[in-house]
């Protein structure tokens, strides 16, 4: 199993410019999550899935749509995108077991936009 | 408003100390108490986690104590090794949820 793959590794942008990151999983679970990550700021949840066809906003959405077309795959995309976007991004995936949701995460996407 | 909030930022330990990682919450229907792992260009891994029926739980060197009445947790790692070194993130969430809240994290540096 390959677990949780994420596409692009690295990417820079010019503000303004579109893109959108994959996520995959391989381990059918139903619920899925984009975070970003900042210096001293933790992991802050944009935008998740609780399956397909279904998403729902998180902590900081503003500036990000998401997708959630194939059970296995969660895009999240930026429109128009500004500095203020240049981050780490992880996906994430989660099942439940033994009543609670453990979250499976992939090795990141590092976005600069310039 | 911040649910979770961790400390210290930053922690360097010599080898084979015990390294402290603490967290407060303030949400009481929080009920699931997760750290997660992460090492440089990585992303962020289970490595333990606690429910608040028990006070303490422990896997290996790695030991979670659980202070219900005051709304803290805290991760104990024994014997610290160079390989622990990584950020820590403490976390919690309501188990009916589906989704988790994060600390800011603790960047662990363990002196060889």
New interface residues.
């Given amino acids: 199993n390959a677990g949780v793959t994420q596409t692009p590794k690295f990417r820079v942008l010019k503000t303004g410019q579109s893109m959108t990151l994959l996520c995959a999983q391989d381990m059918n679970h139903e619920y899925m999550y984009w975070y970003r990550q900042d210096p001293g700021m933790g992991l802050r949840l944009i935008h998740y899935s609780v399956g397909e066809g279904t998403t729902a906003k998180g902590e900081v959405p503003d500036g990000y749509n998401v997708s959630r077309l194939k059970k296995q795959n969660f895009l999240l995309g930026l429109e128009s995108a500004a500095p203020s976007q240049t981050s780490v991004y992880f996906c994430a995936s989660s099942y439940l077991r033994q009543g609670l949701y453990e979250q499976f995460f992939g090795p990141g996407t590092r976005l600069t936009v310039l | 408003q911040q649910q979770v909030k ?1 400390s210290p ?1 930053s922690l360097i330990v010599q080898k084979g100390g015990i390294s402290i990682i603490n967290c407060a919450y303030e949400n009481t229907a929080f009920d ?1 108490f ?1 750290w ?1 792992q992460q090492f440089p ?6 490595l333990i ?1 606690i ?1 608040p029926d028990v006070s303490e739980k422990k896997e290996g060197r790695f030991t979670i104590s659980f202070n219900k009445s005051a709304k803290q947790f805290s991760l104990h790692i024994m014997d610290s090794q160079p390989g622990d070194s990584a950020t820590y ?1 403490c976390a919690a ?1 309501d ?1 009916g ?4 809240i ?4 603790t960047r662990l540096h363990i002196l060889p």
Avoid: E, T, V
């Avoid at chain 2, 260009?41 to 289970?46: E, V």
């Avoid at chain 2, 949820?97 to 988790?100: A, C, N, P, S």
């Fill in positions: 961790q930022q699931y997760p997660y260009g990585k992303g962020p891994a289970l986690a429910r993130f969430s188990g949820d589906d989704k988790i994060f600390g800011k994290g």
